[in-house]
């Protein structure tokens, strides 16, 4: 038996399933899930020794490679200071400043641990600020797992094929109303029904936990002008894009500013961080200055908050989003290519450093339409992969994600895999 079998039997003795998040447990491909023993740069090795080039990269944080020798030395630095005060610190104001600075919609900002908690805050506030109950989100956004956004959600829930989580309370959900990304009739629709009854619209502006699927810019518009027409705050949930499509996020490319922001992900570089932010005259809405309560006992915590600074110091560097999208542009272009060699219907799209791959004809633009891709084919072509050493997203609505340590040797040398793998699928 393999040690990753091994693990895996181990693992699911203790731990449901085995795994400490779902979408880990390789349920929708089939197979061992392969645990990881160390890193670097573009690269992981699993318990049995064997290489992968890493294209999920922890599901976004890890932009810059695997253990970044500055950041690692940015860590370093600070571990023998401490590792949780409880009590304010100087680098909280230092990377709140550098946030404020590379996402001018954020005046304001307060550190979390996690996107959920981000989201369920950000949400929170916009009721509190608005004195309103229900709020909107769009089939196949992911928010994390908070009971009011555990509607129909996407991601591992979509991989099982749950529309909504059981231990979630129907007086709860009844406030969330489910409708479709990119419909802007249906928006209006919605908001002519009910809109003055709407605390808040949430939005991934680019989505990536239904594979990727990007807004179109007429959608985002109407969202902001409905949510300033009716006074319901719009909250862009870029824990995934930020940081990630661009330097500013899918905010900058889109050129809409929302009234709050969600961050995680890149923001701690690797490390429990996250972040949510906006307008001023909501966030002073939070306690202690208002009566929102929101509260963490490692918010902010000395060591996430140094990977999380360095990290957003690095990807300030000139040209570096310019060379990640090219990076990304360059392999979904050989994979397109490959399969076309192999007449395997496929297409793929990227923005910034981060891609999707879908196996048909055409781009998808919406949730109904990824649901058309052949996921038989998406698994045999994952395994294809993995086999050769090339580790994708373990599901076919997952997005995928380039970091400044993917090289053009490791581009190629994926592009060689595919067109083993497209040619296995063909055949
Ligand atoms: C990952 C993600 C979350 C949840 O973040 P966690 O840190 O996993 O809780 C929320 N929103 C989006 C868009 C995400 O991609």
């Known amino acids: 038996m393999s040690k990753n079998q091994e693990l895996f039997e181990r693992a699911q003795r203790t731990i449901p399933g085995g795994v400490n998040s779902p979408v880990r447990a390789f349920r929708s491909v089939g197979g061992t899930p392969r645990f990881i023993e160390r890193a670097q740069g573009a690269y992981f090795w699993d318990a049995d020794g064997k290489r992968y080039i890493d294209y999920i990269g922890s599901w976004g944080p890890m932009i810059l490679g695997h253990v970044h020798p500055e950041v690692l030395d940015a860590v370093q630095r600070v571990l023998a200071n401490g590792f949780s005060f409880g009590a304010p610190t100087e680098a909280e104001i230092e990377i709140a400043e550098e946030i404020c600075k590379l996402v001018p919609s954020i005046e304001q900002v307060r550190m979390v641990s996690s996107g959920t908690e981000a989201t369920m805050s950000a949400l929170r506030l916009a009721r509190g600020f608005t004195n309103r109950s229900r709020i909107i989100k769009f089939e196949g956004c992911y928010h994390g797992h908070a009971d009011s956004l555990l509607v129909k959600a996407g991601s591992g829930l979509l991989t099982f094929g749950n529309p909504t989580s059981a231990g979630v309370p129907a007086d709860i959900a009844k406030h969330t109303t489910v409708l479709e990304y990119n419909n802007v009739e249906q928006?209006?629709?919605?908001?002519?029904?009910f809109g003055a009854e709407i605390a808040s619209v949430i939005v991934e502006p680019v989505a990536?936990?239904?594979?990727?699927?990007?807004?179109?810019p007429e959608f985002l518009n109407a969202l902001r002008e409905r949510c300033n027409e009716y006074g319901s705050v719009l909250i862009f949930d870029e824990v995934m894009c930020g940081f990630r499509v661009a330097l500013g996020g899918a905010q900058q490319v889109y050129g809409i500013k929302p009234d709050l922001t969600c961050l995680g992900k890149v923001i701690g570089g690797g490390m429990p961080?996250?972040?949510?932010?906006?307008r001023r005259d909501i966030m002073a809405h939070l306690a202690p200055l208002g009566g929102v309560y929101q509260a963490g006992t490692l918010s902010g915590n000395p060591i996430a908050v140094a990977a999380g600074l360095k990290t957003l110091q690095l990807i300030q560097r000139p040209c570096f989003y310019d060379d990640l999208a090219k990076q990304t542009r360059k392999l979904v272009d050989g994979l397109t290519r490959a399969a076309r060699d192999a007449k395997v219907p496929f297409s793929a799209d990227s923005i910034g450093g981060m891609f999707g791959l879908?196996?048909?004809?055409?781009?998808?633009?919406?949730?109904?339409?990824?649901?058309?891709?052949?996921?038989?084919?998406?698994?045999?072509?994952?395994?294809?992969?993995?086999?050769?050493?090339v580790y994708f997203a373990p599901s076919a609505f997952e997005a995928g994600f380039v970091s400044s340590a993917h090289d053009d040797g490791i581009i190629d040398a994926t592009v060689d895999a595919a067109r083993g793998a497209f040619a296995s699928l063909a055949a």
């Open 273 to 278: 961080a996250a972040a949510f932010g906006g």
């Open 208 to 216: 990536g936990n239904m594979n990727l699927v990007r807004a179109t």
């Open 358 to 389: 879908y196996f048909m004809d055409s781009v998808p633009g919406s949730f109904a339409q990824i649901q058309q891709g052949d996921t038989k084919r998406f698994n045999a072509f994952f395994h294809a992969m993995l086999d050769a050493g």
């Open 187 to 193: 928006l209006n629709e919605a908001f002519s029904a």
